[in-house]
């Protein structure tokens, strides 16, 4: 979908950025995503709603309500789900993305005085959930030291500005990890390339990296974590400011939080966490994750919703 052309585009073709966006040329957007499994949105409000936090931060009006924001998605993810639906007995998992863009109307200038804001939505496969065995195996981490994490707004927002993702990504790859592991100025752990991390401390506490430097992930704030915490499998969450040396001396379990999956850690710095097997407290939250990607809103029963308010 395509705010500046109102219309959905199935033509790969036809599925473009004006050169002038200026989420392509001076980075100045914001973005989001879900996904919709087993025809079911994926915290689709919450999404929606750190979309919005991002855009204000950034100073990007929307071109339209909320509503009709969220209806937008809606009817993108209906429409690729019935064009899978038509090609395979069962519906693979959907990623559905959405930028916000500061848009067009001021050409190479820095200045964004003028410009009219774009909203885009990419429906697309997502591949396997988890990426092959690393749901059981678990993955090794590493911290990246070699690129300086994002501090303040621009670790809060998800904004276009991924250069520092992608080398934290990449340098990860080379030494064989996941995502990576950042560090603040002081050195203390603030996210991954792509993700939050928890991390489970011999005393019993679920402890995570403080908000002030790290995107606020869905997984970690009101995801399976927040339902483990309901349901009493974690009874101490604690947000700190925890280095790698302490990750060392006291983590028996450790995992990415990100994109709606939980994923166990391990291996951290070449150190093995616990016994190097997935943890108890890490399988409940897969458990829970999972359950939750099959308890959300149907993509039909919304798009039903919305017919009928219209």
């Known amino acids: 979908y395509n705010s500046h052309l109102d219309c959905i585009i199935e033509d790969e073709d036809l599925m473009v950025i004006p050169f002038e966006d200026r989420q392509f040329i001076r980075g100045h957007g914001v973005f989001d995503t879900t996904k919709v499994i087993d025809g079911r949105f994926v915290h689709l409000e919450e999404h929606i709603d750190r979309l919005l936090r991002s855009a204000s931060t950034a100073k990007i009006e929307l ?52 410009s009219q804001p774009i909203f885009y939505i990419a429906a697309c496969l997502t591949g396997s959930t988890y990426q092959g065995d690393k749901k059981d195996k678990g993955v090794s981490e590493f911290t990246i030291r070699e690129y300086p994490s994002k501090v303040g707004m621009m670790a809060q927002i998800k904004s276009n500005n991924y250069m520092i993702n992608c080398l934290t990504k990449q340098r990860a790859l080379e030494l064989g990890g996941y995502a990576g592991i950042q560090l603040d100025t002081k050195g203390y752990i603030t996210e991954g390339s792509h993700a939050n991390f928890g991390f489970v401390w011999n005393t019993g506490e679920f402890v995570l990296p403080l908000w002030d430097n790290v995107v606020r992930g869905i997984t970690s704030e009101v995801g399976a974590v927040q339902r483990a915490k309901e ?21 028996v379990e450790m995992m990415v939080l990100g994109y709606d999956l939980v994923i166990p850690v391990v291996e951290y710095d070449g150190r093995r966490i616990g016994d190097g097997k997935k943890g108890p407290i890490t399988a409940s939250l897969q458990t829970l994750m999972d359950e939750l990607q099959h308890t959300g809103p149907l993509v ?3 798009a039903n919703d919305e017919a009928v308010k219209h």
């Open 63 to 114: 071109p339209f309500s909320r509503e009709v924001l969220r209806s937008k998605i809606i009817d993108t993810a209906l429409h690729a789900q019935a064009r899978l639906q038509k090609e395979n007995a069962k519906v693979p998992p959907i990623h559905c993305r959405f930028h916000l863009s500061k848009g067009l109307g001021t050409g190479q200038s820095i200045s964004p005085i003028g």
């Open 300 to 302: 039909t029963d919304l």
């Open 231 to 251: 349901r009493g499998i974690i009874k101490n969450v604690q947000f700190r400011n925890i280095t790698p040396v302490d990750v060392y001396e006291n983590a």
